[in-house]
């Protein structure tokens, strides 16, 4: 026995030093770590349990038979993120370039039924030169195999795909089919046709990182929800983004304890939003003054920016906040913000994560771009979602809210259980020198002074029809609220709402808008 322990601990200290030194030095000379440092930064210390570390592939032909590492090229395993379980699988370059063979899906197979099974998020660091070419078809299948498992996970497990190096072709169709997507700067590319294959057939030149980088995918394709310089700060906000997400759809967000009192009054909200609806400010301050400590986690911060995202606490509970963001186009809707906004209050409600909407919105974008690009199927895409969602909702009207888009950013009309409103808000079907305009068109066009004629009438429709109260009155707004109170207010409507529940109608599923 003794002799047999001894041949397993020299079997497994191979497997855990990897191929070669040269390997292992090839992958540092591209500032890239290994996959089990990377797994090390992931989870807690000395909490990993591998899967299959011993796995071999049994393929045949190209010199394959002669070339049977351990693992296979991908690293599988589960362990804890700040004492919760997670599941893990990491290509490991330094084996057939990461690439995907029929043993090495099989790893990947199994740790994803793993973690439906235990309910539990599954992290993917990725770094893979796509299909084993060696291995043909096999390969092919496999990724068919990863790609129904992503489909099948998809708002019961939180999935998380981490973009560490290069994922080309059909590979990076798994990490479009997860909740979230990490890269990193200058080492991580996605794309389906690489440089080589655009100059070809289109005669476009580009590099790697320009057609399918980091910077990329984070502002222009929207593919990326977070990017970062280096692995480790990288890890460490998955890390961070775990710790506010639930283990899987049958429980609730962890909540934690927290100093930061929930009647804390929040007096720079009176000075922080202007009066003036043609004024912009920064939304992230209005976040940050009303959430715990101030701290909150942006999902797609640098795509359609006049729209934002972001996951935070407030009380200790994990909130999901949807809010217009006046510094960038007015904070009005357009196709992307309605696409970003959408999937992301589809994600807070397939995982039981409460949600806040901020409005400050003056309409959705007009222009023949908008209109042939699909506004509308695009934008009735939020307004699915939002109509569909089931869990707290609760809407706060900061200023402006006009036309169309003040109904699809949760007005009570489509369900939100409790609207708010400052008292210098202004709802209405558009602002009041348009409304003049269309109404009083033919008075203020006879008039002996059109302009002075314009002004009075502008100031008559904002003091009938747009005055704070207006929709008070008629119940489309629950309350209106002293700004210093917002964040007492929106904690304890979520405490209420805590226990909500929702029967929904007998159907397979919906058929949302595309």
């Known amino acids: 026995m003794r002799f047999h322990v001894a041949e397993l601990a020299g079997i497994r200290e191979r497997v855990h030093a990897g191929p070669s030194e040269k390997a292992t030095a090839a992958q540092k000379a591209k500032g890239k770590l290994t996959a089990r440092e990377r797994i090390g930064l992931l989870l807690d210390e000395g909490s990993f349990q591998e899967v299959e570390p011993l796995r071999r592939h049994r393929a045949t ?48 197979h199994k740790i994803m039924d793993l973690a439906m099974s235990a309910g539990a998020p599954l992290v993917s660091l990725n770094d893979g030169a ?62 389906i046709t690489g440089p ?24 222009t394709s929207g593919v990326c929800h977070f990017a970062y310089d280096d692995e480790e700060t ?50 992230r301050q209005v976040i940050e003054e009303i959430v715990d400590d101030g701290e909150y986690l942006e999902v797609h911060e640098r795509w359609a920016t006049n729209i934002i995202c972001a996951l935070t606490r407030l009380g200790g509970q994990v909130v999901g906040i949807v809010a ?28 039981s994560i409460p949600l806040v909407t901020l409005l400050d919105v003056p309409g959705f974008l007009p222009g023949v771009d908008q209109e042939h690009g699909g506004i509308i199927r695009h934008g009735a895409k939020l307004l699915y979602a939002y109509c569909d969602a089931t869990v707290p909702r609760i809407s706060l009207i900061l200023r402006k809210a006009y036309g169309g888009a003040y109904i699809v950013m949760d007005s009570q009309s489509i369900g939100a259980d409790l609207t708010y409103a400052w008292p210098t808000n202004e709802i209405a079907v558009m602002g009041a020198e348009g409304a003049a305009n269309v109404i009083f068109r033919r008075r203020i066009a006879e008039a002996e002074d059109p302009e002075a004629e314009r ?26 609220i002293d700004p210093a109170r917002t964040r007492e207010v929106l904690i304890s409507s979520l405490a209420m709402l805590r226990t909500k529940h929702v029967d929904r109608p007998a159907r397979k599923h919906g058929n949302p808008p595309q």
């Open 234 to 283: 990288c890890l460490e906000e998955v890390r961070y983004l775990l710790s506010l997400l639930p283990g899987n759809n049958r429980e609730t967000p962890p909540a934690v304890p927290v100093d930061d009192p929930p009647d804390r009054l929040c007096e720079a909200l009176v000075d922080l939003v202007p009066v003036d609806g043609n004024r912009p400010y920064d939304m």
């Open 196 to 219: 080589d294959v655009v100059r070809t057939v289109t005669g476009e030149e580009i590099t790697q990182n320009g057609l399918g980088g980091a910077d990329v995918h984070a502002e």
């Open 61 to 108: 032909g190209f010199g394959l038979e002669a070339k049977r590492p351990y693992t296979d090229g991908v690293i599988t395993g589960w362990g804890t993120v700040k004492g919760r379980p997670v599941f893990v699988y990491a290509h490991d370059f330094r084996i057939f370039g990461g690439a995907l063979g029929e043993a090495h899906a099989s790893k990947i």
């Open 455 to 480: 002004a009075e009438l502008v100031k008559a429709y904002k003091a009938e029809l747009m005055h704070p109260y207006y929709a008070a009155e008629r119940g489309l707004v629950d309350d209106v």
């Open 324 to 351: 217009n963001q006046p510094l960038s186009l007015a904070g009005v809707l357009d196709i992307e913000a309605s696409e970003k906004a959408a999937r992301f209050v589809q994600l807070c409600d397939a995982f």
């Open 130 to 191: 796509g299909a084993r070419i060696q291995e043909g078809v096999t390969a092919l299948a496999g990724y068919g195999g990863i790609f129904r498992r992503n489909t099948k996970a998809s708002g019961v497990i939180p999935q998380i795909s981490v973009m560490l190096g290069p994922c080309a072709g059909g590979a990076a169709y798994s990490p479009a089919l997860t909740d979230f997507v990490f890269m990193v700067r200058e080492t991580s590319q996605m794309f």
